[in-house]
């Protein structure tokens, strides 16, 4: 019995039965369980595979064991999951998927279910994964229900996302869209103004680690491995400093980039995160703000999140200038703002990137797309229009606001975008679209669709997540 099959059990377990987050258990049971590398790799795509897929898998299991995953013990049905996750998916030998999964049953749940898990595997190996899908679309009810089904997201998931490709007039590309979600994305790495090195340079330098044909100016593809081991080696080889070499993906290093790049940036500015946990584009923006003189304020609800970004702006912070400020307030108050009674305080630059529904990165929170739900909308939405509300009274005139959203959601991003500049006449929306194309690498320019100045990146075009962004000016 692998150690990287208990380890993936245990983080299904975690995930469905626990409510945990796919990508912080599977750490903790790795590090925990010790797997090498090659069996962290494999725990990684059973487990991370096996969620994102769990809506056709359920339907195949049902059909081949002619009962409701409901009705399914507990504990069989998670071996079972993995199981059929290795037949359909990673087209692993059918008596090694069975025989692990019959042993896995044994260690994990009672001997009297490993028959039965030994029997509806057999059935799920004797036809194909097509002729699976065939059947699980056959029997559904609708269009979209038969596209939900094989391409495994929840079906009002499956409509958002066309909706938001149909407003670029790119609606044929949902399936190309659905399977790029279910497929493990690379590790990206941003390498930050201040490293001594650029990108191109460190790729050619690491040409075995890492590869700089990407779309952001500053992004790195990990070709593989740990991503930990990768940043090690980038120190010692190449004296990146600590903490300015970070995995993050390009979509997200754009979309921070974007506002810097939006209009020429003057000495001493004064730039505002205001919900900046994690930290990613905080580190970013400190980065660029060194170089540019300007100087940073990253605000963050949570007080566990503000320190997170407080770590993850140390590198940025070891380097020689004005150190980032960071503070943990509600962003919708004065506080957020550096406001003391009776004062205004105004900022050149305001990212809000807001909380959201996170539909936009699929790939990268296997679990993700079965915990949203469509009545989780209303609040978000009302949520960011009040931080943009607070954010643009903070905004001073010819200054650049970026709404930044991790969700291609019409509600969280044309929709909320028109509503804000219906409110702020004040406001104009400039032209996020050649932002983030400055912000790209020249020979890889991102072609962004839609007559609306607003830029919506995506995971089948641009390898990134779907990370829409924003910009918008007051009149001065
Ligand atoms: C999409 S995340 C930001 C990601 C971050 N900019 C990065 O790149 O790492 C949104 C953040 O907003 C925070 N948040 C939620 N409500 C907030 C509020 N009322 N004021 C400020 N921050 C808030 C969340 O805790 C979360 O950390």
């Not at 796919?22 to 487990?47: H, Q, Y």
């Not at 279910?182 to 390498?191: I, T």
């Not at 919506?456 to 641009?462: A, G």
Request: aromatic share 2%; with cysteine; glycine share 8%.
């Amino acid at each position: 019995m692998s150690g990287a099959r208990i380890v993936a059990y245990d983080v299904l377990r975690d995930v469905v039965d626990r409510d945990a987050y796919a990508n912080l258990a599977l750490a903790s049971r790795i590090r925990t369980a010790r797997l090498d590398s090659r069996d962290a790799g494999l725990a990684t795509e059973l487990a991370a595979g096996t969620l994102r897929g769990l809506g056709r898998i359920d339907r195949i299991i049902e059909l081949a064991a002619g009962r409701q995953a409901a009705e399914i013990d507990p504990v069989a049905l998670n071996v079972l999951r993995l199981g059929a996750h290795q037949l359909l998916s990673m087209r692993t030998a059918a008596h090694a998927a069975v025989h692990e999964s019959v042993e896995l049953q044994r260690r994990v749940g009672n001997e009297r279910a490993a028959g039965f898990v030994n029997g509806v595997l057999r059935e799920i190996g004797r036809a194909t994964p097509e002729e699976w899908d065939e059947r699980i679309v056959a029997e559904a009810k609708t269009p979209d229900d038969a596209l939900a089904a094989r391409a495994s997201h929840p079906a009002w998931v499956l409509r958002a996302l066309r909706d938001a490709l149909r407003a670029e007039g790119r609606e044929a590309e949902i399936e190309a869209l659905l399977d790029t979600n279910n497929a493990s994305p690379r590790v990206n790495l941003a390498l930050l103004e201040g490293a001594g090195i650029t990108s191109q340079e460190l790729a050619a330098v690491e040409p075995d680690l890492f590869d700089a044909v990407c779309v952001s100016a500053i992004g790195l593809e990990l070709l593989g491995g740990d991503p930990a081991r990768a940043m090690a080696t980038a120190e010692e080889q190449a004296s990146v400093p600590a903490g300015l070499l970070r995995v993050q993906d390009q979509g997200s290093q754009l979309a921070a980039l974007a506002l810097v790049r939006a209009t020429p940036v003057a000495e001493g500015e004064r730039w505002l995160d205001l919900c900046a946990g994690p930290g990613g584009k905080t580190a970013i923006l400190g980065a660029e703000a060194l170089v540019e003189g300007a100087t940073v304020r990253a605000n963050e609800v949570s007080e566990h999140r503000a320190d997170l970004v407080r770590d993850s702006v140390s590198g940025v912070d070891a380097l020689p200038g004005e150190a980032i400020e960071v503070v943990s307030h509600d962003g919708r108050e004065e506080e957020a703002f550096g406001c003391g009674p009776g004062g205004h305080e105004l900022y050149d630059r305001i990212l809000v990137d807001a909380p959201c529904s996170g539909l936009g990165a699929l790939r990268r929170r296997p679990e993700a797309r079965w915990r949203k739900q469509p009545g989780d909308l209303p609040e978000l939405t009302a949520l960011q229009a009040e931080l943009l509300d607070a954010a643009a009274a903070h905004l001073k005139p010819g200054g650049v606001l970026a709404y930044v959203t991790c969700s291609p959601h019409l509600a969280e991003t044309r929709v909320g975008v028109d509503r804000a500049l219906k409110r702020h006449p004040e406001l104009r929306e400039l032209d996020a679209k050649a932002a983030v194309r400055a912000a790209a690498r020249e020979d890889e320019q991102p072609e962004l669709a839609g007559e609306q100045l607003s830029a919506q990146l995506w995971p089948h075009r641009h390898g990134t997540d779907a990370m829409f962004v924003s910009l918008l000016t007051r009149e001065s």
